[in-house]
């Protein structure tokens, strides 16, 4: 396990935090397919915290794409870097989440976030941002929409609707409400960097073979409890 440290000129406001987003938006790449789904490495990042101790844990799996079987993991903890505000959660997460990827003993592949990538009201959470400080390809899986609108999907596995910006038809697609269980609520997908919205719903669907969530963010989701647990005794 890693301890992170706060980086040095960290963005300590929001304004601040938001001039950093505006810069970095510009070098989200939206061009490039992306890996093929079921190929190399995937891999799941997520962080759980210890509001009362000001803790975090972050953790990253790396499963090969093909099996989904683990082909390693890391985990780091150490201070929360941001308060919570809605919009900034990156500034809360990305410094630990790097540190994690950075202890994995392999690459990492594409990189799954729970959360969101262009559908973010400032069209860059945490999916993009890791993306681009990483240069890795990126994708958001989030359990809820967020503040965007869409039309229910159809109720079968890998049925899905435009996640769009103000719900109008012809506004701006910033991802797809897609179903990954028959009958089960959809999961929201969005791009990070570098993997178009079609890759990205073949790759969740490739790594939800039996649940809602995938095997990415559900692993990493144990890994960081476990980790936070340890950590905060």
Known sequence: ?????????????????????????ERVVLDEPGPPPGTGRVTGVDVAYDDERDVVAAAAVVLDAATLDVVAEATAVGQVSFPYVPGLLAFREIPIVLAALEALPCGPGLVVCDGYGLAHPRRFGLASHLGVLTGLPTIGVAKTPFTFSYEEPGAGRGSAS???ADGRAGAEEVG????????????????????????????????????????????ADSLCRRALQEATP
């Not at 396990?1 to 938006?25: F, K, N, S, Y």
């Not at 969005?190 to 669907?205: F, P």
Request: with cysteine.
């Open 1 to 25: 396990m890693t301890t992170v440290r706060i980086p040095a000129g960290w963005p300590a406001t929001e304004e601040q935090a938001r001039a950093v987003q505006d810069e970095l938006r």
């Open 176 to 219: 797809r409400a897609l179903r990954t269980r028959d009958g089960v609520k959809p999961v929201f997908v969005s791009v990070g960097h570098r993997v178009n919205l079609d890759n990205a719903c073949a790759h969740t669907l490739a790594l939800t073979p039996k649940y809602r969530l995938p095997e990415t963010t559900r692993r």
């Open 162 to 164: 435009p996640l769009l």
